[in-house]
């Protein structure tokens, strides 16, 4: 017995058993504090108003949507639109922090100074304050009835900008199959080439011969069916345009503000891991006779990735977060959608509740793929 | 932002259980904290607004000093809390103040699933338009396919939805959550209209618009809004007393007394006013108040009329006129059970 207490592994266990159970208590507290309070004012709890009538409308939705839906239905048009304003974002200010990145290092004066500024400057405004600089800015275009048209069927106005777009077609499914088809082929082509240079040390142009027949088997399966091509025009109709698509203000604004604020940050990432990567690597790689685009593709970037993706991610969630601010500016996310919900059912608990779950399950999602991809990408070991 | 205190609001609910659990007690805790804490709008001008002093004026501020006059004889002994519309029902709820007077539209399930009572309404709204004069439109139900500018968090949105449902026309919301950013996007063309409730669009045009000749609010009124100070459930001395707080001020006004004459009106015969100034007693210890309380009121707050007047009425800048808000004996709605 004795022995038994005075052995580090056996307390160290008891220590664990400890604090686990405060936790679970604590947290056990402070639902039942909650649960019995709730009860005790007589205020409904549960999430049976999930499947009421929502009764009020949303302003841009990726699916359809009325007022006659559940809440359970709008509140997957606020996660849609999140996902979507999200995954645009992140693919954007990947683009744009890369080039400011590289732009930071480059040998032109003047390219490498306005790098620096736009960091420095994007970086030190709160973006809030930019979301509202870009909502000002778009609302102040003129309105439809004198809008923008810098383009036939192209209209710039306070109300978003409206493009033609292709009508519907049944060849439309056949051209994503055909897509899907040609990126299976690509990847099939890439392995080959791969292990074949392992084996004989021949290379093979993968990368032509895969954009090639990624866009190739598409164009072909069109222009197999006879190009049926008809556009939707957008046309000023009472008080707005109708027909067409629409990139509305709100959704312009938000993912303006995101795009520049979240780039600025990757930008940093993206020359830290350049310079992380000691000059002697390239000399190395050139010595070898490699062209300057394989030195960078096939020795610096590989290397400069394992210090770039894990900061990355954090930008991401970081991004995926930052959508909420939408509710500021109009753009019906998620949280927007959800405060709305809370309102009109009165059920806060349950309500926040839903919009921390799905935040978290987001970023986990989010984290997983990038620690996925970033296991790939390190620095492999034998 | 608004996630943010609405998860702070959510917090506090989870705190505020091991404080104030017990229902039925808020008369004895406001005696004992000698204040009522009322909670008002932001600043929503005509209703709660403050000056640069700090100062609160408004209908809904009224509706509080009655309160704290009927309650401890003096109507300065208050304290404003003001609240968003996401805020204010859990700041009920939780106990964080006593009372709520922020042009809250009394529903049935507010009054039933969310745990409060509604009193008396303080002012009969309703939700209508404003659209630039410019647009030329004359009715609401011109508005087929127009984008319209709406605050979240209230029964707005909800309106909007069944009257334009009901109609059989569309229209795109946008949804802005700070009354200040969604009157610039509307005032910047964003929306071909702005809806809310009247009395706050008049509000809205005339501190808001760079020019208010150029809107005009459409007659058409498409809801009900009966504004009412809220209590919690289960708490019926206290939703008495601030029941009859408003009878009181009505009341005033039927039988003529003002925050001017209430002295003189001591010495009036009628019985209803003997009864209601406390010179006949009873309806004081009903009430568990001192038998002053709605001479305390009449004399510091005044009566409806004069409240209305002053806020909201010909002599603010909002101008609007009494409507549904006049005495019923004048075509309104205002009306106070006999003080027996």
């Known amino acids: ?382 | 932002m608004k996630f943010l205190k609405t998860m702070a609001a959510a917090c506090l609910l989870l705190a505020a259980g091991g404080v104030s659990a017990q229902a039925g007690t808020t008369f004895d805790a406001v005696k004992a904290k000698g204040f009522v804490q009322c909670g008002v709008n932001l600043g929503l001008y005509g209703f709660s607004s403050p000056d640069d002093k700090g100062n609160w004026s408004g209908l809904d501020v009224d509706a509080c000093r009655a309160v704290a006059a009927a309650v401890f004889g003096d109507a300065s002994k208050v304290k404003f809390t003001p609240l968003s519309a996401q805020q204010r029902l859990p700041a009920l709820q939780s106990g964080e103040i006593d009372l709520l007077a922020r042009n809250t539209t009394w529903t049935l399930s507010r009054d039933t699933a969310n745990g409060l009572n509604f009193t008396v309404p303080n002012y009969y709204d309703g939700q209508g338009f404003m659209v630039p004069t410019k647009l030329k439109v004359k009715s609401a139900k011109e508005l087929d396919g127009a984008t319209i500018c709406v605050l979240p968090g209230t029964t707005t949105e909800q309106n909007l939805s069944d009257w334009f449902r009901a109609n059989k026309l569309t229209f795109k919301p946008v949804v802005i959550e700070k009354n200040e950013e969604l009157a610039a996007a509307f005032f910047s063309g964003r929306c071909d209209a702005y809806s809310s409730d009247a009395s706050q669009l008049a509000g809205i045009r005339a501190n808001e618009a760079p020019k208010p000749e150029d809107y005009v609010i459409l007659p058409d009124l498409i809801s009900k809004e009966p504004l009412t100070p809220v209590v919690r459930h289960a708490d019926d001395q206290w939703a008495d007393i601030v029941r009859w707080s408003q009878f009181a001020m009505i009341a005033g006004e039927e039988k003529g007394i003002t925050s001017k004459n209430v002295d003189q009106m001591l010495t009036s015969l009628d019985p209803e006013v003997k009864r209601i100034l406390g010179v006949t007693p009873g309806n004081g210890k009903a009430l568990g108040l001192d038998e002053k309380w709605a001479y305390s009121i009449l004399k510091q707050v005044g009566n409806y009329g004069e409240s209305f007047e002053l806020n909201v009425g010909k002599s603010s800048k909002l101008k609007l006129d009494r409507g549904l808000n006049a005495l019923y004996s004048n075509g309104g709605l205002m009306y106070s059970p006999p003080f027996k």
């Open chain 1, 1 to 382: 017995m004795r022995a038994l207490l005075y052995s580090a592994r056996f307390r160290g266990v008891i220590y664990q058993i400890l604090v686990v159970s405060a936790v679970f208590a604590l947290g056990w507290y402070l639902v039942n504090n909650t649960l019995t309070n709730l009860a005790a004012r007589g205020i409904a709890t549960g999430f049976d108003f999930l499947g009421r009538e929502a009764g009020f409308d949303i302003g841009e939705s990726p699916i359809a949507y009325s007022a006659a839906d559940s809440y359970l239905t709008a509140l997957t048009v606020g996660l849609l639109n999140t996902l979507e304003i999200a995954f645009i974002g992140i693919v954007l200010a990947t683009v744009l922090g890369t080039v400011i990145g590289i732009a930071r290092l480059s040998g032109n004066w003047l390219v490498a100074r306005l790098a620096t500024f736009y960091v420095e400057a994007v970086r030190n405004v709160p973006l809030l304050l930019q979301l509202f600089v870009w909502y000002g800015l778009v609302t102040s275009l003129p309105n439809p009835r004198q809008a923008l048209n810098p383009l036939p069927g192209i209209f710039l106005s306070n109300r978003g900008l409206k493009i033609p777009v292709p009508e519907a077609h049944p060849i439309y499914a056949a051209l994503l199959a055909a897509l899907v088809a040609g990126l299976v082929v690509a990847w099939a082509v890439k392995r080959w080439a791969v292990a074949r240079q392992e084996r004989t040390g021949r290379p093979f142009p993968w990368g032509l011969t895969g954009t090639a027949v990624v866009l190739g088997l598409p164009l072909a399966v069109f222009l197999a069916a006879g190009a049926p091509f008809t556009l939707d025009m957008p046309e000023l109709k009472g008080f707005n345009f109708s027909g067409g698509g629409t990139l509305s203000p709100e959704f312009a604004a938000l993912l303006a503000g995101l795009t520049v604020y979240t780039a600025a940050f990757i930008a940093e990432i993206v020359r830290s891991g350049i310079l992380a990567v000691p000059y002697g690597q390239t000399e190395a790689a050139m010595s070898l006779g490699l062209s300057r685009g394989k030195t960078l593709r096939l020795v610096i970037l590989p290397q400069a990735l394992r210090v770039i993706v894990p900061p990355l991610t954090s930008q991401y969630l970081n991004l995926t977060k930052n959508s909420s601010l939408a509710v500021a500016i109009g753009y019906p996310d998620l949280v927007s959608v959800a405060n709305t919900t809370i309102n009109q059912t009165g059920h806060a608990v349950e309500g926040v509740g839903i919009i921390m779950a799905v935040f978290l399950t987001i970023s986990l999602a989010l984290s997983f793929l990038m620690n996925w991809y970033n296991a790939k990408v390190a620095l492999v070991t034998r």
